[in-house]
């Protein structure tokens, strides 16, 4: 990973004024998101998500693959990132950065290990036949908060795909295509979506942080809540020590934000489903 150039002081200083007057230099408040939106592909599955100028392309893939055999009746989830120098210059081909491992940690554990997907209901034939769920992510444009983009991104991608209805008839498995009957949703437990938060000395935190304000802040927490008030992972990257109450402060804050950007989710696939034709005529 190319070293990036550190801010202007000056830069600093203005920063830091701004928020200690409750401001920030995009003009939002300290605890407003930016603006989201969903853009989805043709197929199933395909779905870019943008918070900002931040944008993440998720993308979800099925295959038919063996269990493991001290779990003949789970399916995998399988969840693969890429950032290259298109989501900034600072990020190399073929060079895995620590954003990227940070992201690829704790999206398995938001999405995998709290079993947000249902990997009993990807049996086909208990001991032969799963479906193996592929999550690829491409990061498109990294302009600050790439976790909680790839996060939102990658559930309503899942919440998007359809895989082929499948007929088990003795040990014969037949595959149906779309033309012959409607592909099946995901069996999806909760919702888990992270929040980022960014820690200044002596002032409140900010949520959903810009690229400079990430680089300049003492300290981020990261919390994955769903709608029903969990919380999935708690993750604090270093930086300037929390008190209980602090954690508390922005767990509360969290709570209405995950409702709302779950409401957004939910509003967007409608919206795609009513000029989408997946039953089959």
Not at 5 to 30: C, H, M, N, T, Y
Not at 267 to 272: H, P, R, V, Y
């Amino acid at each position: 990973m190319v070293r990036e150039v550190d801010p202007p002081s000056i830069q600093k200083d203005f920063l830091l004024a701004a928020l200690a007057e409750g401001k920030r230099l995009d003009g939002r408040i300290p605890l407003e998101q930016r603006k989201i939106e969903f853009i989805f592909g043709d197929e199933l599955g395909n779905v870019e998500c943008r918070i900002g100028k931040t944008a993440v392309l998720a993308q979800v893939s099925a295959s038919i693959v063996k269990p493991r055999d001290d779990r003949p009746y789970e399916g995998f989830l399988m969840i693969n990132s890429e950032i290259g120098p298109m989501a900034s210059s600072i990020y190399e081909n073929g060079r895995s950065s620590d954003s990227e491992v940070l992201i690829t940690r704790l999206l398995e554990k938001s999405i995998r290990r709290t079993e947000a997907i249902d990997r009993e209901a990807l049996c086909i034939l208990a001991g032969e036949k799963v479906w193996q769920l592929r999550l690829t992510l491409h990061f498109l444009s990294d302009s600050g908060n790439l976790l909680d983009c790839a996060s939102m991104a990658s559930m309503i991608a899942l919440k998007h795909f359809r895989k082929p209805d499948v007929e088990v008839i003795g040990d014969e498995v037949i595959i149906h295509s779309p033309e012959e009957r409607a592909p099946v949703p995901l069996a999806i437990h909760h919702t888990p979506l992270c929040l980022t938060f960014a820690y200044f000395e002596n002032l409140p935190p900010i949520l959903d942080p810009t690229h400079l304000e990430s680089t300049l802040c003492a300290g981020t927490l990261t919390v994955t809540m769903n709608a029903q008030r969990e919380i999935c992972v708690l993750s604090k990257a270093g930086g300037t020590p929390l008190s209980a109450e602090d954690i508390m402060g922005v767990v509360r804050v969290g709570v209405d934000q995950v409702r709302e950007m779950v409401k957004i989710m939910d509003q967007a696939l409608e919206k795609d489903r009513e000029s989408r034709v997946i039953e089959v005529q």
